[in-house]
């Protein structure tokens, strides 16, 4: 019987991890093992059928989303990934940064990040905003992450 719970502490061990690992944001390039890039054929092995799609379409042309429970899956004019957002808490990056996290834990743990209050949003980002490039946006609401996305600069 000892034995037996020996041989279960790996196989228990690796469950958690490929659960935890899940729910992690990778600043500049993923959220909830959704990567920017993926075909929607690749969410949906790695997610399952989303709760509902959206379509419309803006200046950049049609556009697309999958929403989950945790994330939302975005694909601007194409077949691929552009986009990915978050309001779950579960989501976190591997040092804990994610919805409900302080300013002052965002700042401290994110490495390159610049703040502003604009437009009425204060949010901190890591990337440039510049056409082509990618963004890590946390959107703040009373000094606190409200909204995580990770995606391409359209405009």
Not at 42 to 66: D, E, H, K, M, Y
Not at 89 to 105: A, D, F, M, N, P
Not at 109 to 124: Q, R, Y
């Amino acid at each position: 019987m000892r034995f037996r719970s020996l041989l279960l502490l790996p196989v228990l061990a690796v469950l958690v991890f490929s659960a935890s690992a899940q729910a992690v944001i990778v600043p500049q390039r993923s959220i909830a093992g959704v990567k920017l890039g993926m075909t929607e054929v690749q969410v949906r092995a790695g997610l399952g059928a989303p709760i509902r799609v959206r379509r419309g379409s803006n200046l950049f042309g049609p556009w697309r989303q999958l929403v989950y429970r945790r994330v939302a899956v975005s694909f601007q004019s194409g077949k691929k990934v552009t986009n990915l957002m978050t309001s779950s808490k579960l989501e976190r990056t591997l040092i804990g940064v994610g919805v409900g996290s302080t300013l002052t834990k965002l700042r401290t743990s994110l490495k390159g990040e610049t703040c502003k209050k604009e437009f009425g949003v204060h949010h901190c980002w890591i990337g440039s905003w510049e056409p082509g490039r990618i963004v890590s946006d946390f959107r703040l609401v009373h000094d606190r992450v409200s909204v995580v996305t990770v995606g391409y600069v359209f405009d």
